[in-house]
């Protein structure tokens, strides 16, 4: 696994990406050391659909101020500090990526939101939390990267408190044949871990889970990742993913498109 784990860590791994985003910032007339999450949307929602899929998101989940909420593959904290700045709750993020925390460390300060947005280095695999401690947990374009979904889904499970909710963004293999390659989050099939729809579905019950919602949701990532390529702002993912971004994007839009992955929005209860 801490082979593994080198690879996806690599994989994320783009040095520079603070200063690629300050200057940005600072082309579109900015102060980078004052910043919010309305002006840093457009590149720290690092997922199919940014900011719009996180808002569908959060909506389907009660937030308010007291709930405790864990990102699991949290990137540079764009949603956690979403959720925080929008819901007035407490969020933990943990990300495999030491640039992705590092960077999402100082966004978090320069928004103010150090009070409650925690971001740490740490392993979907072995969460550093004592059982039953959220009553959240959010995941947003992690999985696919991750080879014992049976051993994820058991983390979550263990951290939750008992009516706690798991809310999670993720693909599935299609019908339309296989993924072709390179996409945002694999160049080839070595940390490609894509299941169909009905093994999702076993490991969620496998693992405890009721279902509250299961939502296909590839029209709207084919929609917004069009938008997101025709848009001219260049605060965007392309800082943190690096320059074939667009190249990347562009086939995880084809493979949605013809139907060989599935976009899905999950709501799951830890009963
Ligand atoms: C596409 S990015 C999504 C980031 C964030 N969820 C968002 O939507 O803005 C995928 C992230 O998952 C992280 N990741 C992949 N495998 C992980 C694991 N086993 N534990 C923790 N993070 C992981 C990567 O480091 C990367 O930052």
Redesign the pocket.
């Known amino acids: 696994m801490a082979e593994q784990?080198g690879i996806?860590?690599d994989h994320?791994t783009r040095e520079g990406t603070l200063a690629r985003i300050d200057a940005v910032l600072r082309e579109m007339g900015h102060d980078p050391e004052v910043v919010m999450p309305e002006i840093l949307s457009g590149v720290?929602?690092?997922?199919s659909g940014g900011l719009a899929t996180t808002q569908d998101q959060a909506e389907k989940l009660a937030l308010g101020p007291d709930a405790r909420v864990l990102d699991?593959?949290?990137?540079i904290g764009?949603?956690a500090r979403y959720l925080a700045h929008t819901y007035g709750c407490h969020v933990d993020g943990?990300?495999?990526?030491p640039e992705?925390i590092e960077t999402g460390q100082v966004l978090t300060r320069r928004c103010g939101l150090e009070d409650k947005v925690t971001l740490e280095i740490?392993?979907?695999?072995e969460l550093a939390f004592p059982d039953q401690t959220f009553d959240v947990v959010w995941c947003?374009?992690?999985t696919m990267?991750?080879a014992d979904q049976a051993g994820f889904l058991g983390q979550v499970y263990r951290v939750l408190k008992p009516g706690g909710k798991f809310t999670s963004t993720e693909y599935s293999t299609g019908p339309g044949g296989d993924v072709l390659y390179p996409v945002?989050?694999a160049y080839d099939a070595a940390i490609n871990f894509l299941d169909s729809e009905d093994v999702m579905r076993a490991q969620f019950a496998d693992a405890g889970f009721s279902i509250l919602d299961w939502t296909n949701y590839t029209a709207q990532a084919i929609d917004r990742l069009g938008q997101a390529a025709a848009a001219p702002s260049k605060l965007t993912n392309r800082l943190v993913f690096g320059d074939d971004t667009p190249e990347r994007s562009g086939n995880v839009r084809r493979n949605l498109m013809e139907e060989r992955i599935i976009y899905w929005m999950i709501t799951a209860e830890r009963p």
């Open positions: 784990s996806v860590q994320w720290e929602h690092l997922h699991i593959g949290c990137g764009g949603p943990i990300d495999l990526t992705m740490g392993n979907a695999m947003q374009n992690v990267n991750i945002t989050w």
